[in-house]
Every structure is written in structure tokens, then in C-alpha cells.
């Protein structure tokens, strides 16, 4: 049992509490539980694909516009997590098993996000610490058919989520162009219409028209 064990499945309760905001550093001390032990070629990959799920949907995320929607019930969630993960450690050490089930305890909080949580990027955030903790699992016991499938479920999660946020949020820079755009284009007419009126309103005093005869003779 090590602190980076310990401290994942209190950065998963930092996940249902806040969202994807804990997700990189979730991923960054899931990584560090699996390679703490050894850095077998099964350790390594399950460590990189941690840190790919964990960091990349957060830096895909960042060039999106948030809603700032609330969830309600909000503060007795996490609480229900951690009640959950109390009683999974009682059972554990009821059946004699001397290993801190880590991933098993990540595996729920993300369960209970999922469950509990209604935005979008919230149930995004829980799948993926729930593919955290599975992956942890599956290479402190040296499963590698679960870190297989677990590396494909992580893909399959991890590009539907970002279709659905590509489909349903705004981009940032599509949000801020049209509002630039506006403004200088009622810059360049304001402009053009001080050019030929006074700051009245009213035509200048030096403003001559242009007959129609040379509008004539410049389009012939």
C-alpha cells in the first residue's frame, strides 16, 4: 500500500464533488500507483493509457464553453461515495485481504457519478475515473486481457464523449469571432458615415455631391 494508492481514491471523490477539473490529477496519481512497483512493459502501457484518458478529454474540454449549471443535491454526493468506499474497506478487511483496494474504491466513485450526476460532462468525468480505476486494478493483479479491454472501453468512452461535447457546446473562438466581427464593421460604418455627416447628423459644410454626369461618364 502506498500514498499514491491512498491518495487516488480521495482524488476521485474530488471528481464527483467537482467534475473534470480532478481528472489530470486523478490520472497522474493512478499512473504513479501502477509504475511504484515496477516498470514492466504492462505497467507502462496501462500508466500511459491512464495519463491519455485522465489529461487529453480535460484538454479537449478547455476549448469549450461551459453552461456553469449547478448540479442539485450537489454536496450530499460525495459524501454517499466516500459512505460507499467505508463500507467496501470493511468488507474487504472482513474477507481477510491484506491489499487496499484502491481501484476498487475509484471504480465506485466513478460509479457514483455517474449515477448521481446529470450533467453531461459530469457522467463523462465518472465513466472515466471508472476506467481509472479499473485499469489500476487490472495491472496490480496482472490482468492482461482487463487492461486490453479496459483500454478499449477507455477509447470508445473517450471519443464519444468528445462527439457529444463537439455536438451540444459551443467552441470558445466561435462564441468570441462573431462579437470582434460586429464591432468592426459598426466601426467601419460609423466611420464612413462621419466621412460624408457632421456629428450632428447633419451634411457638411464642405460635402459636394458628385453629379450624375460623371457617374456616368466613370461607368462608361
Not at 192 to 203: L, N, R
Request: aromatic share 4%.
Amino acid at each position: 500500500m502506498t500514498l499514491a494508492a491512498i491518495l487516488a481514491p480521495l482524488l476521485a471523490l474530488c471528481v464527483v464533488a467537482r467534475g473534470m477539473g480532478f481528472l489530470p490529477a486523478l490520472g497522474v496519481v493512478t499512473a504513479i500507483a501502477i509504475l511504484v512497483d515496477g516498470l514492466e512493459p504492462l505497467q507502462q502501457v496501462g500508466a500511459g493509457l491512464v495519463l491519455v484518458f485522465s489529461i487529453g478529454p480535460a484538454w479537449f474540454l478547455s476549448y469549450y464553453q461551459h453552461d456553469g449549471v449547478q448540479e442539485r443535491g450537489g454536496p450530499a454526493v460525495p459524501f454517499l461515495a466516500l459512505g460507499l468506499m467505508v463500507v467496501l474497506l470493511l468488507a474487504s478487511a472482513r474477507s481477510g485481504s491484506a491489499a487496499f483496494p484502491a481501484g476498487l474504491c475509484v471504480v465506485l466513485a466513478g460509479l457514483v457519478a455517474v449515477t448521481c450526476r446529470h450533467a453531461m460532462v459530469w457522467q463523462w468525468a465518472g465513466l472515466l475515473t471508472c476506467i481509472n480505476g479499473i485499469m489500476l486494478a487490472g495491472v496490480v493483479e496482472k490482468q492482461i486481457m482487463v487492461v486490453g479491454v479496459t483500454a478499449l472501453a477507455g477509447c470508445v468512452i473517450a471519443l464519444l464523449g468528445g462527439m457529444c461535447v463537439h455536438r451540444v457546446m459551443p467552441r470558445i473562438a466561435v462564441v468570441r469571432a462573431p462579437g470582434r466581427d460586429g464591432d468592426k464593421k459598426k466601426g467601419k460604418k460609423h466611420k464612413s458615415s462621419q466621412s460624408e455627416t457632421g456629428s450632428t447628423g447633419a451634411p457638411r459644410p464642405d460635402y459636394v455631391p458628385k453629379p450624375p454626369l460623371a457617374d456616368a461618364e466613370s461607368e462608361a
